[in-house]
């Protein structure tokens, strides 16, 4: 398979979640929300709610190594991201397939314990894991020392960060550049979702929620503090305390998604998408587009096809 100077697949290997917030169903989430093209292969399916988990079912050893063979032989992605693993027969599956396809990175986000304290596996699988899939691993997720606002024992957290790590280094970042961006894309995650507290978070929202409203027709900065009745320092003040990143980034992140899914599910020529997001003319949407992304509207448009 032929590729370019970045290979957006993440394969991920990890049970499934029932619940949505963690496991293979949010890797999936957050993988695309970055633009990532995720494939996956199924460790254990949990039988789960939002109190806890009540059954595993683990997926043979051979299952489980035939899904990722089918994979790595046909699309063959430079980053892997490793989850739950329940047993040795697992493991050691996994390992063999780390060993004969080789990918560019391997991240581990070790899941020993679930955020309630249930034990996923014993003391001897874990060494296992130690004596054999660590060495492999370029990233290892509970090494790692970040500045994060983000209460890490809270369910999904370290999934979501695992995986957003996996996307940004598909896209072609440095390991300490997709490490500090997926630290900032957890905390926006975080303050969206209502998990951290104080006056800044309460901006923090507000703000999300005023760009969700006025998106198409403002993308000005300025317009975002007055209508919160802030200095646009401080509100830079406040998006980079919570999200790492300036408003001007957090406004065109934001558009950027949205006219990408204009020009995924609508026919909509490309000048009357430019006017639908109020750029002043298609030659400036395409230069902010290709800004952004590396290719213009149209092309973006044919690969979606």
């Given at each position: ?60 050893a051979n299952v ?239 690969r979606q096809e």
């Amino acid at each position: 398979m032929e590729k370019g100077h970045a290979d957006r697949h993440v394969l991920t290997i990890t049970g499934s979640d029932g619940t949505g917030g963690a496991g293979i169903q949010s890797d999936i989430m957050t993988i695309a929300e970055l633009g990532g093209l995720p494939l996956t292969a199924i460790t254990t399916v949990t039988m789960q709610n939002t109190l806890g988990i009540q059954e595993f079912f683990d997926l043979p050893a051979n299952v489980l190594e035939q899904q990722v063979e089918a994979i790595m032989d046909d699309i063959s992605p430079d980053v892997v991201k490793i989850g739950m693993l329940r047993n040795e027969g697992q493991v050691k599956a996994v390992v063999r397939m780390l060993k004969r396809y080789a990918p560019r990175w391997i991240v581990y986000d070790p899941v020993g314990t679930t955020t309630r304290g249930e034990r996923l596996y014993s003391e001897e699988l874990s060494e296992e894991i130690t004596h054999t899939l660590l060495p492999m691993c370029h990233i290892v997720v509970r090494d790692l020392n970040v500045q994060s606002l983000v209460d890490w024992e809270r369910h999904g957290m370290r999934s979501i960060f695992s995986a957003s790590i996996a996307a940004y280094l598909a896209q072609g970042m440095t390991k300490e550049n997709a490490v500090s961006e997926a630290a900032a894309y957890v905390n926006r995650q975080a303050a969206l979702a209502g998990n951290i507290e104080g006056r800044g978070a309460e901006l923090y929202n507000e703000l999300l929620n005023l760009i969700a409203e006025y998106h198409e027709s403002h993308s000005d900065v300025q317009y975002y503090a007055d209508k919160m009745n802030v200095s646009s320092r401080y509100l830079a003040q406040v998006t980079k305390r919570m999200a790492g990143i300036s408003p001007k980034s957090l406004i065109d992140e934001y558009l950027l998604k949205h006219i990408k899914i204009a020009l995924q599910s609508t026919d909509r020529t490309i000048q009357e998408i430019a006017w639908q997001f109020s750029f002043t003319s298609q030659s400036h949407f395409t230069k902010f587009f290709k800004k952004m992304t590396g290719e213009t509207p149209t092309e973006y448009r044919g690969r979606q096809e």
